[in-house]
Structure formats: C-alpha cells, structure tokens
T-cell receptor, first 113, second 115 residues
Framework: GNSVTQMEGPVTLSEEAFLTINCTYT??????LFWYVQYPGEGLQLLLK?????DKGSNKGFEATYRKETTSFHLEKGSVQVSDSAVYFCALRTNEGFQKLVFGTGTRLLVSP | GAGVSQSPSNKVTEKGKDVELRCDPI?????LYWYRQSLGQGLEFLIY????????KSGLPSDRFSAERTGGSVSTLTIQRTQQEDSAVYLC?????????????FGPGTRLTVL
C-alpha cells in the first residue's frame, strides 16, 4: 500500500539554523508529493508540492526535491525563524483512482530565539 | 476569495448522541474530502466526493459514520451514536478537480469532543 514515513519530532533548533526534515514514501504508480504545515491554532496549509521526479517545490524559503531513486522528499530551509515553529506533514497522492492524501505522522519544529 | 469553511468549530457531545458536521468548499471546487486528525492515529482519510457522489468511502471507520454532499457544494458528515474514540478534529478539504496534481485546500476543522 501507499505510505509516508517522516522523522520523529520534536526538532528543536535555534534561529538561523539549517533545517532538514526527512520524508520517504512507498507508493505504486507515480505519486505527487506535498508538504503541509500546521501553525499553532491554525488549519493545514499547503507549503509546497512536486508532481514528478526531480521537480523541486519551494515556498517561503523552504525547498524539497522529488527523488524517485531514493523515494524521498526531504524538506529543507537554510535559516529558520521563530515563526517557522509548527507541525510539518509530508503527504503523497497517487494517480491510480485513489484521490486521498496519505499523510506522514507529522514533525513538530520548535525554533528558539 | 473565501476558503473552505467548517461549522461548528467546536462541538462537545455526550456519548450516544448523533452529531452533524458541515463543510462549505471553495466555490467551483468539484472534489471534496473529509479527514480526521486524532492523537493516536494522525491524519486519516475518511471519504471523498466527486460532485455529489462518493467513489471512495474506504476510510469511514464504521457504519455509524455517513456523509452526503448536495448541489455539488455543501457536505455534511454525520456520526451516529457517538463514542469517546470519535473525539478528534474533523477536517474538510476541497480541490478544483480530483486530478492527482491538484492542491487540496483545508478548512480550519471541527474539534469534536465526546464525553
């Protein structure tokens, strides 16, 4: 079946540190890959997406590259801010008639000043 | 434009009662999804609508759960005879089409607490 595995949190960083949140997936077919973010007290928001191999999604300084050979979609940011503190969810969606998003368990990021 | 809206934002109910949760998708979006976010289970898919029909109900946890969509717009998720394990945040999302690359936009959720 389809599944997403992401690193356990919380990830605790100081402001301006480099961020990596690992995400790997298992899927049949050719999935699209997504990162969603949930800020405290808010709903899920799409952060970035990539729809085919070697695509790079980027937004708000965050990047992730769709690596088919390693079935990965790791989230990176060069310099985190306190305002980036949130829960980050990696997700996939396949084109085989199943329209649902399959989510990872989420990774909480805590950034201190 | 307006995003996905859900009501109520919070619902507290007693075990055994029925509840209805409402979702208003983004205007013009043909696809609508319900998910559930709970501490033990993470984010789980419940049901998907294309127009008014539900091609995928595979995530509904039991026959106490049902959903409908009317006019290709508003959707209602109904939970009958609620149980404590139904306590969760119920999220609705919509997308322009059901295409694989289309973005799903989420509403703020309804927090359901079953006492």
């Amino acid at each position: 079946g389809n599944s997403v595995t992401q690193m356990e949190g919380p990830v605790t960083l100081s402001e301006e540190a480099f961020l990596t949140i690992n995400c790997t997936y298992t899927a049949t077919g050719y999935p699209s890959l997504f990162w969603y973010v949930q800020y405290p007290g808010e709903g899920l928001q799409l952060l970035l997406k990539a729809t085919k191999a070697d695509d790079k999604g980027s937004n708000k300084g965050f990047e992730a590259t769709y690596r088919k050979e390693t079935t990965s979609f790791h989230l990176e940011k060069g310099s985190v801010q306190v305002s980036d503190s949130a829960v980050y969810f990696c997700a996939l969606r396949t084109n085989e008639g199943f329209q649902k998003l399959v989510f990872g368990t989420g990774t909480r990021l805590l950034v201190s000043p | 434009g307006a995003g996905v809206s859900q009501s109520p934002s919070n619902k507290v109910t007693e075990k055994g009662k029925d509840v209805e949760l409402r979702c208003d998708p983004i205007s013009g979006h043909t696809a609508l999804y319900w998910y559930r976010q709970s501490l033990g289970q993470g984010l789980e898919f419940l049901i998907y609508f294309q127009g008014n029909s539900a091609p995928d109900k595979s995530g509904l946890p039991s026959d106490r759960f049902s959903a409908e969509r009317t006019g290709g717009s508003v959707s209602t998720l109904t939970i009958q005879r609620t149980q404590q394990e139904d306590s969760a945040v119920y999220l609705c999302a919509s997308s322009l089409t059901a295409g694989n690359t289309d973005t799903q936009y989420f509403g703020p959720g309804t927090r359901l607490t079953v006492l």
